[in-house]
């Protein structure tokens, strides 16, 4: 089966620095999405990558490894605002786009 | 700004009482998608239209169904709504469907079934 792997949730700290990981298992490999959704609203896209690798988008980066099945977002400089939850979603090899459930991530003061 | 819309916003039925939720996008993208969220699950895609070909998921039960009658609007009908429907439904766009093409989403519509 195809399977996307986040943590259900985590905490951190405003101003401090978090880390989402996301692990995947699918049949074959098209590319990786974050997205993030605050409670209530839409998803919105943040970062695609496609190739191994750190991808910089201000406070936020996205890095890949295909060998490994495994991404993670960064997000610097938190912000109350970035209290939201992050989905990882991964093209398979017939381009359907796995979800995974989201990472809610709680900025405290 | 060029948008993804969804009406309503929020949508109270009664059980077994048919109901639509639509969706309108003036991004002229060719693809248009459902989807059902439940809360803390992932996204779960029920359907998709590439311009008027649709495309329906095998685990989407026959109670959905979906009108395209132009590019900018999709409608989601729920022909009689059981309790475990209450939901959020997005409606997601792409230019062409490509496995790098981000999803544009519209606000949702949270479906409560009484």
């Known amino acids: 089966g195809q399977n996307i792997d986040q943590p259900t949730e985590m905490t951190a700290t405003e101003g401090a620095i978090v880390q989402i990981n996301c692990t995947y298992q699918?049949?074959?490999?098209?590319?990786l999405f974050w997205y993030q959704q605050h409670a209530g609203e839409a998803p919105t896209f943040l970062s695609y990558n496609v190739l191994d690798g750190l991808e910089e988008k201000g406070r936020f980066s996205s890095f890949l490894s295909r060998s490994k099945g495994y991404s993670y977002l960064l997000l610097k400089e938190l912000q109350m605002k970035d209290s939201a939850s992050y989905l990882c979603a991964v093209t398979d090899s017939n381009y359907q786009l796995i979800w995974g459930a989201g990472t809610k991530l709680i900025i405290k003061p | 700004d060029a948008m993804v819309i969804q009406n309503p916003r929020y949508q109270v039925t009664q059980f077994g009482k048919p109901v639509t939720l639509s969706c309108s996008q003036t991004?002229?993208?060719?693809?248009m998608y459902w989807y059902q969220q439940k809360s803390s699950q992932a996204p779960k895609l029920l359907f998709h239209?590439?311009?008027?070909?649709?495309?329906n998921e095998a685990d989407t039960p026959d109670n959905f169904q979906s009108r395209r009658p132009n590019t900018s609007f999709c409608f989601l009908d729920i022909r009689s709504p059981g309790l475990g429907d209450a939901a959020m439904y997005l409606c997601a766009t792409s230019r062409e469907g490509q496995n790098n093409e981000k999803l544009f989403f519209g606000s949702g519509t949270q479906l409560s079934v009484l």
């Open positions: 699918t049949s074959g490999f098209n590319g």
């Open positions: 991004l002229n993208h060719n693809v």
């Open positions: 239209y590439y311009d008027k070909d649709f495309n």
